[in-house]
């Protein structure tokens, strides 16, 4: 097993405070951590001290992601694996945990776009392969680090989510509800762990222009194609100042992994919400079923008008403080 070095400059509100929330020598594990979100939380998080075990499916952008913490004096290490495949999945947990240690910190970030058009036009095979990759793939790693963060009673698990999961998203059917589903599980499991001293996020990073979003920006789609649509609605948004920077995306992920925001487990966060806000009123976040998915009747939405307020891009915005 390795142990990271402690960091011993001063931390910044960017980063994960070791000396308050974990301790040194914690371990974290990203999939998905070969490049885009993944890639920048396991950077973020060496960067304070964790040791980070990363999987994906390229050998070649692990590497190169173990190669840039290593290089700024961090520890890292990885392993290949489809997150969908159960024993693959396995093999890698155990890997890891062999040169690093048990993990104390889950993230959750692989996933897929998935088919584009209107779902009965699409292969079902392939519309089922995103439920398999972004809901499938969450569950079999949440069950293979929980049984020993319970045994622990301590341990954080941040799903990475999107408000195409709270909303909806025409045309990427499979992506969105596989969202809705990982959004949903979240709020379930946090209640479920809550007594072992476990807290569990969703978080959706924003439209960022990394990632899933990169095709979009680096290829062109047949004309009047489906995915042309999509692709040129994604350049518009970030075009028109309605995505996210990726760094705040690593902020708000890498705020949840430090422990100051327990008391939100279970909700759905995004990166256009100000989270301290809602934990200044917790108690009014929790009596109103706030940063959840539910179904709003005119009653409920009668209730709750005071909390509302627009979306920061239309379609695409979690129930959020006024």
Do not use: C
Not at 65 to 85: F, H, P, Q, Y
Not at 255 to 276: C, K, M, N, P
């Amino acid at each position: 097993m390795r142990t990271p070095t402690p960091a011993s400059a001063q931390q910044s509100d960017d980063t994960l405070d070791t000396r308050r929330n974990e301790p040194t020598g914690s371990v974290a594990l990203v999939t998905g951590g070969g490049r885009g979100v993944g890639r920048l939380v396991g950077q973020a998080l060496a960067g304070a001290g964790m040791a980070v075990g990363l999987v994906a499916r390229s050998e070649d952008e692990l590497a190169e992601t173990v190669a840039l913490i290593e290089a700024a004096g961090g520890v890292a290490a990885s392993a290949t694996a489809d997150v969908s495949d159960e024993r693959a999945a396995a093999t890698a947990i155990t890997k890891l945990r062999h040169e690093l240690g048990p993990v104390d910190l889950l993230i959750n970030n692989a996933g897929i776009v998935g088919p584009v058009g209107p779902a009965w036009e699409v292969d079902p095979d392939t519309w089922w392969r995103t439920m398999e990759v972004n809901l499938r793939g969450t569950l079999l790693f949440t069950r293979l680090v929980l049984s020993e963060m319970v045994g622990r009673r301590r341990g954080r698990i941040v799903n990475l989510s999107s408000h195409a999961g709270v909303f909806r998203w025409p045309l990427v059917s499979a992506y969105s509800v596989s969202k809705a589903a990982v959004a949903k599980f979240t709020e379930n499991l946090a209640r479920e762990t809550h007594r072992h001293g476990i807290s569990v996020f969703s978080v959706h990073p924003g439209l960022l222009p990394i990632g899933l979003a990169e095709p979009a920006l680096a290829t062109s789609s047949p004309p009047d194609s489906h995915e042309a649509r999509v692709h040129a609605w994604i350049r518009q948004e970030l075009a028109e100042g309605r995505g996210a920077e990726p760094a705040a995306a690593v902020e708000l992920i890498i705020g949840l992994a430090s422990g100051r925001y327990d008391e939100l487990s279970g909700r759905q966060l995004s990166v256009h919400d100000d989270v301290d806000a809602a934990l200044a009123r917790i108690d009014d976040v929790r009596d109103t079923e706030l940063y959840v998915l539910g179904v709003r009747t005119l009653s409920t939405a009668a209730a709750q008008h005071s909390w509302r307020r627009r979306p920061a891009y239309a379609g695409h915005e979690m129930v959020t403080l006024a």
